[in-house]
Structure formats: structure tokens, C-alpha cells
């Protein structure tokens, strides 16, 4: 059974930075996309980054330039790094990835996903 947590997140000062990290029980990362999408309570799940496995990557609009993902198959982590970061980007934010033991599919940024974490919160005060 594949486990997906997220770690790093905390409070920020706008214009402040923060690493997350998605640790994987398996290593997916080789084998399928991973991705990061964050939720805030009322609104929508907005797609953040993904990570194929070629290494190329794709950024949610209200991240580019500002967020880089990345992973290390061999660690079974993938990371997003987050600089200059704004009160909007206060979110729950999430991993996730693919397994073909589980079931339905959902879609972001590019990649299909049926596992996620826990989430890690972020908060970015102005």
C-alpha cells in the first residue's frame, strides 16, 4: 500500500521561502508524474507543480517563477521549493502521485493521480 507524507510546511512572512517534501513509501517517482495541488477551505483544488518522469516540469500560472519542483527517485522524495511567497499562497498543500493498486484517476497539471497525503499546511502572513 503506498503512503504519500508531506512535511515542511509552516508559517511565513510574505516574501519569505519554504521547502516541502513529499516522502514515498515506494518509489513511484521512476514510474509515473508526481504532483502538488493546494486546497484552501471554500475554493477549489488549484494545481500547483508536477514532475514527469523525464524531470520536466509544469507550474499552475499563479506559481511560475516563484516554485521549483523536484525529486531524488533514489530517496523516493520529490520537494517543491517556494521563494518569494505571498499571503494567497496560504493553502493545504498536498502530494500526489499514482499507483495502479488503487482506483479512480483525477487530473492535475499533466498528471494522473490516485494517492495523495495528509497535507501540509502553509501560512503566509502579510
Known amino acids: 500500500q503506498v503512503q504519500l507524507v508531506e512535511s515542511g510546511g509552516g508559517s511565513v512572512q510574505a516574501g519569505g521561502s519554504l521547502r516541502l517534501s513529499c516522502a514515498a513509501s515506494?518509489?513511484?517517482?521512476?514510474?509515473?508524474?508526481m504532483t502538488w495541488f493546494r486546497q484552501v477551505p471554500g475554493k477549489e483544488r488549484e494545481g500547483v507543480a508536477t514532475?514527469?518522469?523525464?524531470?520536466?516540469?509544469r507550474y499552475g500560472d499563479s506559481v511560475k517563477g516563484r516554485f521549483t519542483v523536484s525529486k531524488d527517485n533514489a530517496k523516493k522524495e520529490m520537494y517543491l521549493q517556494m521563494n518569494d511567497l505571498k499571503s494567497e499562497d496560504t493553502a493545504l498543500y498536498y502530494c500526489?502521485?499514482?499507483?495502479?493498486?488503487?482506483?479512480?484517476?483525477?487530473?492535475?497539471?499533466?498528471?494522473?493521480?490516485?494517492?495523495w497525503g495528509q497535507g501540509t499546511q502553509v501560512t503566509v502572513s502579510s
Open positions: 515506494e518509489d513511484i517517482g521512476s514510474r509515473y508524474c
Open positions: 514532475i514527469f518522469t523525464s524531470g520536466n516540469t
Open positions: 500526489a502521485g499514482y499507483s495502479p493498486s488503487y482506483g479512480d484517476r483525477q487530473y492535475n497539471l499533466g498528471c494522473n493521480f490516485n494517492i
